[in-house]
Nanobody, 115 residues
């Protein structure tokens, strides 16, 4: 069974930075898209950023000027760097992978923004 395991969440000060990583337990080349979603309390899960195999990476408007998504195909990870954290950034961040109509999710990692 394929697993997506997130790491790197935690408490960050407003204006700070974080880097989240997701380890995928099989080759990342099998996937048409990999990326990150987040869900704040009481809100729907929303796209943060995504790498698409056949096109440019996608970013949510709320983060596109201060985030970078990248992957390491040697170790099958997809990572998200997010800078200048704002009060609207907290939530559970989920790793996402899609292939041939099936979608996989990680269990999520909590991000808290507080001074």
């Amino acid at each position: 069974q394929v697993q997506l395991v997130e790491s790197g969440g935690g408490l960050v000060q407003p204006g700070g930075s974080l880097r989240l990583s997701c380890a995928i337990s099989e080759t990342i080349f099998k996937y048409n898209a990999v990326g990150w979603y987040r869900q704040a309390p009481g809100k729907q899960r929303e796209l943060v950023a995504m790498i698409i195999k056949t096109g440019p990476s996608q970013y949510a408007d709320a983060v596109k000027e201060r985030s970078t998504i990248d992957s390491d195909t040697d170790i099958n990870t997809v990572s998200l760097s997010l800078n200048s954290l704002k009060p609207e950034d907290p939530g559970v961040y989920y790793c996402y992978a899609r292939r041939d109509g099936s979608i996989l999710w990680g269990r999520g990692t909590q991000v808290t923004v507080s001074s």
